[in-house]
């Protein structure tokens, strides 16, 4: 959800149509529930009921442990208060007639039609350290975005101007610093978030709606939850502990007082806290902070294949068994991947030793081996088994949507009967089903669309996934063509040169 102003957010009973998803980056003006008195009873710090002695000692113990969690993080907790300034250029009618004139004051009349307008929204950081005079947040990309001037808001209510160090929108996440000779600054202590398991308790610390210095507490409902439409990078911690607007980029905590992740954002019909809160799991953010201080930003390293996640008839299809893996359904010419061995249709089990889970985690783990280092990683090639060892390259924005660099630029997917049914194939037409056909890609390139059914590769026939990945395999090759059926018809495309650098 993108920021919205106080003004707007101060008007009540807006309710959302129908499930979303909402960030956290939003501010309302404090006092705008309905507020209801309760009745006064005795100024006792005794129990006004009878309790058993030794329940009310756990009870107590438990009330001890969270007093002294949030009075000793808390300090480390900021408010992140953000500017915004749009510029808007406002439309003259008069302007092209031809008795429009410029009257003084209006000789750079287009100048004078652009209007800047200033925003507000809040969430939340924490500091993460402390080095000479420069204290550092961390907090979400989403509570920055497009910031023109950002406030931090210390717990004890001081107020310094901020400093841009760097974002990422992958991770969705930004650090922040503001300048101070104060030794005595408070840094958060980053805990080990591979530790977190359902159940565990946790509190969320942050300034939600605006209501500053805020704790609410929970447990961890689940690990490893992907979604939010936040980012691209997908691993999140599920709580229960109350998040709501303003809390993004606050931190996630454990019961030794350690931060296992920043809030992110929440599920809600409401755009309230519904139970379903996510953070980024802390370990997945640590080495940013160095990147950033050091670079600015993060450098992701780049493997050069499109993931995929793919279900057990799929599997069944490509013949790699049971195992747990991400297909690499396209390579990327001239990448690492390709010029270390990697083809199109193998199946990622492992890297660097490790076992893969499913395509987010490979994603991650990818990301985080430094350009010019080297990874192994293992594939299910069909039934073999095949260990390659791979240089990696730096990620960059264009390479990455370099689309006709995507080989073959479509996904294959088995026949199916369902399939078959839905496209009007008689039972004696074999091969795989081409999907989503990537533009510019040397699929495009070649005419294939989406629902057309590829029978042969070069004059190979195929009947599945399996013989079809094997066929496309471009060792040797410097041309590839398809036999496509579509409508009654096998037509052969035209030949696709595979220059390789």
């Not at 089903?433 to 005419?447: G, H, I, M, N």
Request: aromatic letters at 6%.
């Amino acid at each position: 959800m993108k920021k919205m102003t106080k003004a707007i957010l101060g008007i009540a009973g807006v309710a959302a149509a129908s499930f979303g998803i909402f960030c956290l980056a939003c501010k309302v003006n404090n006092g705008s529930a309905n507020v209801a008195f309760a009745a006064t009873t005795q100024k006792s710090s005794e129990s006004v009921i009878d309790i058993p002695k030794d329940s009310m000692a756990v009870t107590q113990a438990l009330q001890t442990t969270f007093r002294s969690i949030s009075g000793q993080v808390l300090p480390a907790v900021v408010e992140v208060d953000v500017t915004t300034t749009t510029k808007v250029q406002s439309y003259n009618p008069f302007k092209d007639l031809p008795f429009f004139f410029n009257f003084p004051g209006m000789e750079n009349e287009e100048n004078d039609n652009t209007r800047e307008y200033e925003s507000s929204a809040l969430g939340s950081g924490f500091i993460v350290r402390h080095t000479g005079n420069t204290v550092y947040v961390l907090t979400n990309n989403h509570v920055t975005e497009n910031a023109s001037k950002i406030k931090i808001k210390l717990n004890d209510e001081r107020e310094f101007d901020g400093t841009l160090v760097g974002k990422d929108e992958r991770l969705d996440i930004a650090l922040v610093s503001f300048s101070t000779d104060d030794k005595d600054i408070t840094v958060a202590n980053l805990g080990n978030s591979d530790n977190v398991a359902q159940g565990d308790i946790v509190l969320a610390l942050g300034s939600p709606l605006g209501y500053f210095a805020s704790v609410t507490q929970g447990i961890v409902s689940a690990t490893g939850r992907s979604g939010g439409q936040i980012g691209s990078i997908s691993d999140f911690i599920q709580t229960d502990a109350a998040i709501n607007q303003g809390n993004s980029g606050g931190p996630l905590v454990n019961i030794y007082g350690e931060v296992v992740g920043i809030n992110t954002w929440i599920a809600s019909q409401s755009g309230g806290s519904q139970g379903l809160g996510f953070s980024i799991p802390i370990n997945n953010i640590k080495t940013a902070i160095d990147q950033f201080i050091s670079k600015g930003k993060i450098s992701y390293g780049w493997l050069g294949v499109s993931l995929l996640g793919v279900n057990q008839d799929y599997k069944d299809a490509l013949g790699v068994g049971k195992h747990d893996g991400a297909l690499a359904a396209e390579v990327f010419m001239d990448s690492p991947a390709m010029k270390g061995g990697l083809q199109a249709g193998d199946y990622i089990i492992a890297l660097n030793g490790n076992d893969v889970k499913d395509v987010n985690q490979l994603v991650r783990d990818v990301g985080n081996i430094p350009a010019g280092q080297t990874a192994k990683i293992t594939v299910m090639r069909g039934s073999s088994k095949i260990d390659l060892t791979i240089k990696m390259d730096e990620r960059t924005d264009d390479i990455v949507g370099d689309s006709s660099k995507q080989w073959p630029g479509f996904v294959a997917t088995p026949l199916s009967d369902s399939a078959r049914k839905q496209l009007k194939l008689d039972s004696n037409v074999k091969g795989v089903v081409v999907s989503s056909v990537q533009e510019k890609s040397p699929a495009a390139a070649l005419r294939l669309q989406n629902g057309d059914v590829i029978t042969a590769v070069n004059d190979v026939k195929v009947s599945t996934v399996e013989e079809f990945y094997a066929a496309l395999n471009t060792v040797g090759k410097t041309e590839v063509w398809f036999d496509v059926y579509s409508d009654g018809h096998t037509i052969s495309t035209g030949r696709y040169k595979l220059n390789r650098k």
